[in-house]
């Protein structure tokens, strides 16, 4: 089966700095790439995603690379906000009725 | 829009006794709705993928006596665990794909349950 590493598991910027989270996996098969944000007491929430058809995607702040020959990606996070501090998680599937795999969460906490 | 609720949001309960937590898709459909319980230190713990009309599927090490599961329509999917222990305390949280749809998970509130 998939299995997913995610590192750094805490991660602690000030306001302003760039967050780098990386993520690989096993699979080769997989093709479908998300990250959620979960916030001290609320549900996950997704924030990007990527498909294993494009190298990169951005999203205003954030932006995710995936490198399927190393078989990993990131989570890129510019000009943090303290608002940026939560859990983020990311998975990895092969789609469709494939069930995701997570890996075990990155604490962020941007220090104002 | 694809919004997921559960229900309830909190429940503290005797030991040996069941407890019923509800998950529903408020908007949209789903043939398959997921089962995660979440450890203080953070990592979602599959628990059973729970598919509408059929048995659920467990994972390995997760006794399906005592978190059992049934997903009796495509919009709600409950998960009882029974004669729960102190040990059951924790955080469950249901997510649900939207069927047909992309393949994206949308993640309920949560439930802590502690067990005294």
């Known amino acids: 089966g998939e299995n997913v590493e995610q590192h750094p598991s805490t991660l602690s910027v000030q306001e302003g700095d760039s967050a780098v989270i990386k993520c690989t996996y096993s699979?080769?098969?997989?093709?479908?790439f998300p990250w959620y944000k979960q916030e001290l007491g609320k549900r996950p929430q997704l924030i990007i995603d990527?498909?294993?058809?494009?190298g990169e995607k951005k999203d205003q702040r954030i932006a995710v690379t995936l490198n399927k020959t190393a078989k990993h990606f990131s989570l890129h996070i510019t000009e943090t906000q303290p608002e940026d501090s939560a859990v983020y998680f990311c998975?990895?599937?092969?789609?469709?009725?494939?069930?995701?795999?997570f890996g075990r969460g990155t604490s962020l906490i941007v220090h104002p | 829009g694809a919004v997921v609720s559960q229900h309830p949001s909190r429940v503290i309960c005797k030991s040996g006794t069941s407890v019923k937590i509800e998950c529903r898709s408020l908007?949209?459909?789903?043939?398959?709705m997921f089962w995660y319980r979440q450890f203080p230190k953070k990592s979602l713990m599959l628990m059973a993928t729970?598919?509408?009309?059929?048995?659920?599927?467990?994972e390995q090490g997760v006794e399906k006596d005592k978190f059992l599961i049934n997903h009796a329509s495509l919009t709600l999917s409950t998960l009882t665990v029974t004669s729960a222990h102190p040990e059951d305390s924790s955080f469950y949280i249901c997510?649900?794909?939207?069927?047909?749809?992309?393949?994206?998970?949308?993640f309920g509130p949560g439930t802590r349950l502690t067990v005294l």
């Open positions: 997510s649900a794909r939207i069927s047909g749809g992309a393949d994206t998970q949308y």
């Open positions: 699979d080769s098969a997989s093709n479908y």
């Open positions: 990527i498909r294993s058809n494009v």
């Open positions: 998975a990895a599937s092969r789609g469709g009725s494939y069930i995701p795999t």
């Open positions: 908007d949209f459909q789903a043939t398959t």
């Open positions: 729970s598919n509408e009309g059929s048995k659920a599927t467990y």
